[in-house]
């Protein structure tokens, strides 16, 4: 069952809604809200693993490297049922954490005295994650299905994959 989109949902709330149908984890979110916890402990996790990796590789790689990741994750998550389901979507929070300090760092790499311009412009288009999540909500709604909705968030992530291997660059 597909839940109506409000205001107040969100990015989290998406996640939740889609682990409670039957084909994942079939149980009531106040049941399962605190799975969200393991989104951003594996977010905590990555952050750590991926400031390693970020000193031996180049950002651009890793970030390429972790946005296709998330796609297959996803694609675990859409083609699979159960506990597999659940945790694959989950740990996209595992590769969700290096990309925005990343992204940022890349982008306003080699601008110098317009780099403030720059840091700027990459702050307005985190607008798009506001929007995102509305046109996720509005993709499920119309499909009936919140894994057909998950292309949305796999086009994102490989549109981030194709920036990191641009702007790939040596550690």
């Given amino acids: 069952m597909v839940r109506q989109w409000s205001p107040s949902s969100g990015h989290y709330r998406h996640i939740i809604n889609y682990l409670a149908q039957d084909r994942v984890l079939g149980q009531a979110e106040s049941v399962i809200g605190w799975t969200i916890g393991l989104y951003w402990g594996g977010a905590m ?46 740990a996209v929070g595992l590769m969700n954490s290096i990309m925005f300090p990343t992204i940022f760092s890349l982008a306003c790499e080699k601008l110098g005295s317009r780099a403030a311009d720059g840091s700027g412009i990459i702050n307005v288009a985190i607008f798009g994650g506001a929007v995102v999540p509305l046109l996720y909500g509005v993709l499920a709604d119309v499909s009936g299905s919140l894994a057909f909705a998950m292309i949305l968030p796999i086009a994102c992530y490989a549109i981030i994959a194709g920036f990191g291997i641009f702007a790939r660059r040596p550690a």
């Fill in 45 to 90: 996790v990555g952050r750590f693993i991926g400031s390693y990796f970020l000193r031996i590789f180049s950002p651009g790689k890793i970030l390429a490297f972790n946005a296709t990741g998330s796609i297959l994750l996803i694609l675990i998550s859409t083609m699979t049922t159960g506990k597999v389901a659940a945790y694959s979507l989950l």
